[in-house]
Structures are given as C-alpha cells and as structure tokens.
C-alpha cells in the first residue's frame, strides 16, 4: 500500500477510533497519527491473539482502527494519571 493510502486509512482509523473512545480526537493531523500508530499496534497485536478481522482495505481500516482504540485508551489513562 502507498504512502497515500496508510494516510487515508489513517485519518479514517483515528476518526473512527475518536468516535469510540469519546472526547478523544486529536484534529485531522492527530487523527493521522494516531490512526497510523493504532495500525502499527493492531499489526503486531491481533497476529498474537491470533485474530483475523477481515482482508483488503476494510481489514485494514478495522485494523488500525481497533489498534487506535488501544493507543486511545492507553492515552486517556496517561493523561488522568
């Protein structure tokens, strides 16, 4: 996948993942970011779980999106700490 693509299924991810974890959003960059990191974390995560979401463009929007609800959370719990 491109550069182009990680971006959008990014922006989609961490917009989704905003959505889930309420009061959570970072603006479009942020969501950018915590998007692509969330898809990092669900790449290495969900393949030790042994969990298959689904193949091709969605699987990777669920993906990264699951993963961005983690790094969400984990970041919620930070900043309360």
């Known amino acids: 996948m491109g550069l182009l693509g990680a971006i959008i299924i990014g ?3 961490g917009w989704l993942a ?12 942020g ?6 990191i969330g898809a990092l974390v669900a ?3 969900l393949p030790q779980l042994h969990i298959v979401l689904a193949t091709g463009t969605i699987g990777a929007i669920l ?6 609800v983690i790094v ?4 919620s719990l930070i900043k309360r700490a």
């Open 11 to 13: 922006a989609v991810a």
């Open 18 to 29: 905003g959505k889930i974890v309420h009061g959570a959003g970072f603006g479009l960059i």
């Open 31 to 36: 969501n950018i970011v915590v998007g692509i």
């Open 43 to 45: 790449s290495w995560v």
């Open 63 to 68: 993906d990264a999106t699951v993963g961005a």
């Open 72 to 75: 969400l959370v984990i970041l």
